[in-house]
Nanobody, 124 residues
Framework: QLQLVESGGGLVQPGGSLRLSCAASGFTLDNYAIGWFRQAPGKEREGVSCISSSDGSTFYADSVKGRFTISRDNAKNTVYLQIKSLKPEDTAVYYC?????????????????WGQGTQVTVSS
């Protein structure tokens, strides 16, 4: 019943932009911190960004700071990840996850609900 579904991935050239969506059902998104994680082929999953459930404060990994923007639309029960200036090293499966946290962190073990992921491929 509790579900997160990512969408918006695809193939894009370096320097391009994408907006990923994370739609929640079965729970109220505004009561959860939402994190975005990614896993590239042959690499471990890493945290990208998160947004808190309280005041909407955000956090970004150094690798994406200045290029990625996370936002939340409580009315739509959806969290977005706007990505600009995409680089080939951004190629990965991107996952959103929800945790019962007031303030967000990028530790996987803090998140209870995970989506199936959406593929982002950056290539010329």
């Amino acid at each position: 019943q509790l579900q997160l579904v990512e969408s918006g991935g695809g193939l894009v050239q370096p320097g391009g932009s994408l907006r990923l969506s994370c739609a929640a059902s079965g729970f109220t998104l505004d009561n959860y911190a939402i994190g975005w994680f990614r896993q590239a082929p042959g690499k471990e999953r890493e945290g990208v960004s998160c947004i808190s459930s309280s005041d909407g404060s955000t956090f970004y990994a150094d690798s994406v700071k200045g290029r990625f923007t996370i936002s939340r639309d409580n009315a739509k029960n959806t969290v977005y990840l706007q990505i600009k200036s995409l680089k080939p090293e951004d190629t990965a499966v991107y996952y959103c996850a929800g945790g019962p946290l007031r303030l967000c962190v990028l530790y996987e073990y803090e998140y209870d609900y995970w989506g199936q992921g959406t593929q982002v491929t950056v290539s010329s």
